[in-house]
């Protein structure tokens, strides 16, 4: 038995994969993030203060025990979900577990003062980078009044009104409120793993069925985000659409015209005829982020301040001829193979393997998405492609640019 889904005695779902002769496992473990923060930064600042101590162990202690047990242990905040995750050698799983359950269970959030002041410092050090700078105005702009959008810049402004209790009652709310999601991946025995789950995370409240209640409101119009940095010796120009998410009959198609477009490095249409031809970019890429509520589909190049409207006529160019000429046999193909092999290339571990089941398990897409999604994106048509553009690429879009 190679593969297998569960759920714990509170309904956890779990996903076990056994992977024979690896000598270390990763599990990961995600909450999902349901409702929105009292103010930009709580949730982030409460990831922060995980590592921090707990009941029983000081962040000092928690660090050696790590390190003398070489578990590789993070928590990270997505948009959508709270993630915890470890690697550690086969025969220290139960011992990375258990650090695993007290910092999850047990966090005293006592640093707070000194992760504040630090984490304000790091977001000034941050937000001097005018990539930085001009993605923070973009997403601020695109999400306005969601939580998507609380940037640094936001978080920067709200900081001082943070206290310690509205860390302590998001940390309540996502636990108690929250679907929860498990994946192991890694050579031990089913029979060993759950039992130990079982004993560590049973008694944790879980939501199979919460639904996030964060609505996000659709572009009704072209918005512009303009930062002027009178020392800049580039523009960062960056200009996005709200789009559909992993669950629409487009993703796919998406998926390939993000790598046609600018996603796939030196072969892309953007790096091919603005950096290579015409001159006009340091960098220059498309992205597609696909989110719980809605997808974002952006567009960026840095350059010299004097080639904005250029770059601007470029991306208007690219764009309308992917929308009006059907993308050729040979580049879809090549689209196809090129983002095929990227998802092999990032499920070649345990834990990368942990952490895209656990990604895809959390957003409600099931554990075998990504084989299902490989199936989807060979059978798009050059057709698909063009609509596909057609359809999201219109005048209901943010453009952020940060210039001197």
Not at 144 to 154: D, F, I, L, R, V
Not at 212 to 231: M, R, Y
Request: hydrophobic residues 40%.
């Amino acid at each position: 038995m190679n593969k297998k889904i569960t759920n714990l005695d509170n309904n956890i779902e779990v996903f076990y994969k056994r992977n024979e002769n690896t000598p270390r496992v990763a599990l990961c473990m995600n909450f999902s993030i349901n409702s929105p923060e009292k103010g930009a930064g709580i949730y982030v600042l409460m990831t922060r203060l995980f590592l921090q101590g707990t009941k029983k162990r000081t962040a000092e202690q928690l660090a050696e025990e790590l390190d003398s047990y070489a578990i590789e242990f993070s928590n990270e905040l997505k948009q959508d979900y709270l993630r915890f995750r470890f690697v550690c050698l086969n025969e220290d799983f139960e011992k990375a577990l258990e650090i695993m359950s007290d910092v999850i269970k047990n966090s005293t959030f006592d640093e707070f003062d000194k992760e504040i002041a630090k984490m304000a410092g790091e977001i000034t050090a941050e937000l001097d980078s005018p990539r930085a700078k001009v993605s923070d105005a973009y997403y601020k702009t695109m999400f306005e009044a969601h939580p998507y959008g609380n940037s640094s810049s936001k978080i920067l402004e709200n900081i001082k009104n943070i206290t310690k209790q509205d860390v302590v009652e998001a940390y309540n709310s996502i636990i108690k409120n929250s679907r929860k999601v498990i994946t192991f991946v890694g050579d031990l025995d089913i029979e060993h793993v759950l039992p130990v789950l079982n004993n560590s995370f049973s008694d944790l409240p879980n939501d199979k069925d919460i639904k996030t209640q964060i609505p996000v409101k659709a572009l009704g119009s072209n918005k512009v985000a303009e930062i002027i940095k009178p020392d800049a010796n580039q523009a960062h120009l960056l200009k996005g659409w709200i789009v559909p998410s992993y669950m629409d009959k487009d993703y796919p198609a998406l998926v390939l015209l993000n790598i046609i477009l600018g996603a796939s490095g030196l072969s892309s249409r953007l790096f091919l005829e603005l950096r290579d031809k015409k001159g006009l970019a340091y960098v220059v890429r498309s992205s597609y982020e696909p989110l719980v509520l809605c997808g974002n589909f952006s567009i960026y190049i840095a350059t010299e301040p004097k080639n904005i409207e250029i770059s601007l006529a470029g991306f208007k160019k690219e764009i309308d001829k992917i929308k009006t000429i059907p993308v050729g046999e040979e580049e879809l193909e090549n689209a196809k193979n090129n983002i095929i092999g990227k998802w092999a290339f990032t499920t070649e571990t345990n834990n990368q393997q942990a952490c895209i089941y656990a990604h895809h398990g959390i957003m409600g897409l099931g554990f075998d998405f990504l084989d299902k999604i490989k199936l989807s994106v060979k059978e798009v048509t050059a057709q698909q492609i063009l609509d596909c553009a057609n359809k999201y690429f219109n005048e209901n879009y943010v453009y952020a640019v940060l210039k001197p």
